[in-house]
């Protein structure tokens, strides 16, 4: 699999899992709706300010996601090491804003709870047919 093909795979999952690194150095991992937006080595997902994730992400942007597919026959796993930023100004949050987001943030895209979070891919680990691939972003 290469990098064009990673993004492929990663835009047609519904589901993201992406770790941080705790207060006390353990890694936590949470299920994330898909990501908004793709742009070169750049992944962007929207999420609550007031998570915990967006603490241990301020403390350590040591970041992983993984997104996978299993099939009924195949198994697809990609697993992203790099960095995740936490962006707050209002050119990011307009740029991956959705209508359907006033569900969950009730005073809009200026929502001070609402944020994005931006992932930058350092290196990939793709499983697929019993077998493991690293490939650099």
Known sequence: MDKAQIFKF????KTAFIASVNEQGYPVIRAMLAPRK????????STNTSSNKIKH?????????YFYNRGRFKYQGVTIIGEMQVCTDQVTKDAI???????FYKKGVTDPDY?????ICRQAECYCDLKVETIEM
Request: glycine share 6%; charged share 25%; net charge neutral.
């Open 10 to 13: 990663i835009s047609k999952q």
């Open 38 to 45: 793709i742009d070169g080595n750049e992944i962007y997902f």
């Open 57 to 65: 992400f301020l403390a350590n942007e040591k970041a992983c996601i």
């Open 97 to 103: 804003w959705r209508f359907g987001d006033s569900l």
């Open 115 to 119: 944020c994005v979070l931006k992932f």
